[in-house]
């Protein structure tokens, strides 16, 4: 008889302890949200593919509206920047790039293609700089016109294939007195057929600064 109790009572706590371990997990499993609805649909995003940086996607700021006429700058300070896409331009096409000073340049396209900016000038000297993207050396070289001046600027030779200044060709020019001058950037210089350009550079920004 007492090896028969001690058996039971082995039987029972053995059963009991199975019991306690079911429940446990049973109220474990419950504690966890049922997930019974669908999830919702993705709001559409403005996600476009990033030009110059191969099949990378990323999300970018809504572009600047595309102007109807040339806007108006004024040099103060030391230095001036002017983003391509904030100019007034036409044959240009926009690019979303994650590499460009703020997400965005234009491609020249053609010889019809265009972009104009007003710049209000103190007396002085001063040089510009193009922020450009070749991709190789038939498609880098272009003209930026300061009122009826034209230069022919371009970068590296052979290009890098990534953004660079035009550290080679600067815009050099001497106001003797403040003047409002009209900048337009196009591929040839119809007063200098020798300035011709090409097509097919982005453009990302001209900037200036005295000398």
């Known amino acids: 008889m007492k090896i028969s109790k001690k058996i039971t009572f082995i039987a029972f706590s053995f059963v009991f302890s ?55 700058f004024t040099f103060s300070g030391d230095s001036l920047k002017i983003e391509m896409e904030k100019t007034y331009y036409d044959g240009f096409e926009l690019v979303g790039d994650v590499n460009a000073s703020e997400y965005y340049a234009l491609r020249l396209k053609d010889s019809s293609s265009w972009a104009i900016a007003e710049i209000n000038f103190p007396a002085g000297s001063y040089e510009g700089l193009v922020n450009v993207l070749s991709p190789d050396s038939n498609h880098s070289k272009f003209n930026v016109c300061v009122n009826d001046d034209s230069y022919l600027v371009y970068g590296s030779e052979p290009p890098l294939t990534q953004y660079e200044l035009t550290t080679r060709s600067v815009v050099s020019f001497t106001l003797e007195q403040p003047v409002t001058v009209t900048l337009k950037i196009q591929q040839n210089d119809a007063k200098n057929p020798e300035n011709n350009g090409q097509n097919g550079m982005t453009i990302d920004y001209i900037s200036f600064k005295k000398k």
């Open 18 to 72: 199975g019991l306690l371990f079911s429940c446990g997990s049973t109220a474990t499993l419950d504690s966890n949200p049922k997930q019974s609805a669908a999830p919702a649909e993705e709001e559409p995003s403005n996600e476009i593919e990033a030009k110059g940086t191969g099949s990378l996607k990323t999300v970018l700021p809504p572009p600047p509206a595309k102007l109807t006429e040339a806007p108006k």
